[in-house]
């Protein structure tokens, strides 16, 4: 039987296929220093309680951090997304994204290395809501 909304899936992974497993791993391993920063930030409290995951695979996707249980994904944005082709594309990855039901919120490298304050205080009011 066909679904009504082919690309609608409730699972963790949303559809992610094996080549995009295999990238978020190589991602993992490589993380830049704004993930890292922030990584390390999401896995102490008040964070910790939502299980964010990095570099978690969401359909053709790879989301930086994502929480399930939340439906939330944090994505931090380094200079090529400033890219007037890459906002386009980051606009229609958003859209299908809320279409699974998934909220965004984003952060450049800039801000999570210069002020992770203000971010850690942007993610707490998002979790608050």
Same mark, same amino acid.
Request: charged share 30%; glycine share 2%; no cysteine.
């Given at each position: 039987?066909?679904?009504?909304?082919?690309?609608?899936?409730?699972?963790?992974?949303?559809?992610?296929?094996?080549?995009?497993?295999?990238?978020?791993?190589?991602?993992?391993? !490589?993380?830049?220093?704004?993930?890292?920063?922030?990584?390390?930030?999401?896995?102490?409290?008040?964070?910790?309680?939502?299980?964010?995951?990095?570099?978690?695979?969401?359909?053709?996707?790879?989301?930086?951090?994502?929480?399930?249980?939340?439906?939330?994904?944090?994505?931090?944005?380094?200079?090529?997304?400033?890219?007037?082709?890459?906002?386009?594309?980051?606009?229609?990855?958003?859209?299908?994204?809320?279409?699974? !039901?998934?909220?965004?919120?984003?952060?450049?490298?800039?801000?999570?290395?210069?002020?992770?304050?203000?971010?850690?205080?942007?993610?707490?009011?998002?979790?608050?809501?």
């Amino acid at each position: 039987m066909k679904k009504k909304y082919p690309y609608h899936n409730e699972s963790m992974w949303k559809g992610a296929s094996p080549e995009i497993f295999k990238r978020a791993e190589n991602l993992r391993n !490589n993380p830049t220093e704004a993930e890292s920063k922030l990584w390390e930030k999401l896995q102490s409290i008040p964070f910790k309680k939502y299980h964010f995951r990095r570099q978690h695979p969401v359909h053709h996707f790879i989301a930086d951090f994502y929480s399930h249980k939340l439906q939330l994904i944090i994505e931090v944005d380094g200079g090529y997304h400033e890219n007037p082709e890459q906002k386009v594309k980051d606009q229609q990855r958003t859209e299908l994204l809320q279409f699974q !039901n998934l909220e965004i919120i984003r952060f450049t490298n800039q801000q999570i290395l210069q002020d992770i304050e203000t971010v850690l205080q942007t993610i707490s009011k998002k979790l608050d809501s």
